[in-house]
């Protein structure tokens, strides 16, 4: 199920305060908390022995640090495509879908954000709507910033529609290191703006399939802020 962002003046008091903490220590996201508790009980057990517990120290921060979850709010503007991740505009192009998304065999405008093992690794819906379908192929674990890596990487496809009946494509691809990949949505289910819906394991790429004619409004090399950087605009 996808996680829900949280807006301006939802809480108060010692939830407000809770709320302002998160904002400069972002909590980590529950899939990473596994890798976060098992090198920390390694430092722990091994502290007589600073071989053990010091690098088993630097690996339970590093996975803190990667699995980070911040809080993001989203915009409000009517028709807002926004990142579903935070990173590097690496491509922006047109390209014909994955057939698994159902979105045909002609090019429509393609945004892909990269993200590095530094970036902050959860992906959010980038448009409300309702999810139609999600598919996961297995493939390989090519570079994620090639751009072959759209039709040969292992990856996971999520079709949206839109309220007025619009229809995107977003695709966690692994990368190098990658071997994970977790969408935490099914066919059926209502998204909103901002949800957090997944989620990939050390270096990856998202693409996003907008409809034809849509104009992207970001540039190759850019940086995205997942649910906050606006890709482009739907016609109203």
Known sequence: MARRPAQPGDRTGPAHLIDLVQE???????????FVAGAAAVAVLGRRHRWIARPALAAAGACALF???????PPSTPGAVVAPADGTVALVDEAIPP????????????VSTFLSVFDVHVQRIPISGVVEAVKHTPGEFL??????ASERNERTCL????EAGER???????GLVARRIVCDVGPGEPVALGDTYGLIRFGSRVDVYLPAGTV?????????????????????
């Open 24 to 34: 400069t220590v972002p909590p980590i996201h529950p899939k990473g908390l596994p």
């Open 67 to 73: 699995f980070r979850h911040p809080s993001r709010v």
């Open 99 to 110: 057939a698994e998304l159902g979105l045909g065999d002609h090019p429509l405008p393609r």
């Open 143 to 148: 570079s994620a910033d090639l751009p072959e």
């Open 159 to 162: 079709r949206l529609r839109t």
């Open 168 to 174: 995107l494509g977003v695709v966690q691809l692994a």
């Open 216 to 236: 992207a409004r970001v540039a190759v090399g850019q940086r995205t802020v997942g649910a906050e950087t606006v890709l482009a605009e739907l016609p109203r």
